[in-house]
């Protein structure tokens, strides 16, 4: 399984201003996208300001997991909180089970995926 992350990271800083450090990252398994992420901080890095957590290939539609997104506004950046979003992230998704793997394995998947993605996204943001 090879993952390619890509970065917008400079245009959307260009946007937001300098008060935030934002990052976008998506997460690429073969041809189809599984998660991406869109990540505010603060300055400092120490607090969510906002976060925007999309899943794709888990269900009919690509879904945006607003509540797993809306989870992280405002609070610490820790391990704790990003774990408590990739698992509201792996509730959102409603996957089906097919030749590729079971509901079970698409849900372990998006809250492993979910949990890297976050966690990138914050050590790219943080520079």
Not at 14 to 19: R, V
Not at 27 to 44: E, Q
Not at 47 to 76: M, Q, T, Y
Request: proline share 3%.
């Amino acid at each position: 399984m090879n993952f390619l992350l890509v970065s917008r990271s400079q245009n959307l800083q260009q946007i937001l201003g300098q008060l935030t450090r934002v990052l976008y990252l998506e997460m690429k398994w073969n041809r189809g996208s599984w998660c991406w992420c869109l990540c505010c901080l603060d300055n400092l890095g120490n607090n969510f300001e906002s976060a925007r957590i999309a899943l794709a290939s888990v269900g009919p539609i690509p879904i945006l997991a607003n509540e797993a997104g809306d989870s992280l506004s405002g609070k610490p950046v820790n391990d704790e909180t990003i774990a408590a979003a990739a698992k509201l992230a792996r509730n959102a998704a409603s996957p089906i089970t097919d030749m590729r793997g079971t509901i079970e394995q698409r849900k372990h998947l998006i809250e492993v995926l979910t949990d890297r993605m976050l966690k990138q996204a914050v050590e790219r943001a943080k520079g």
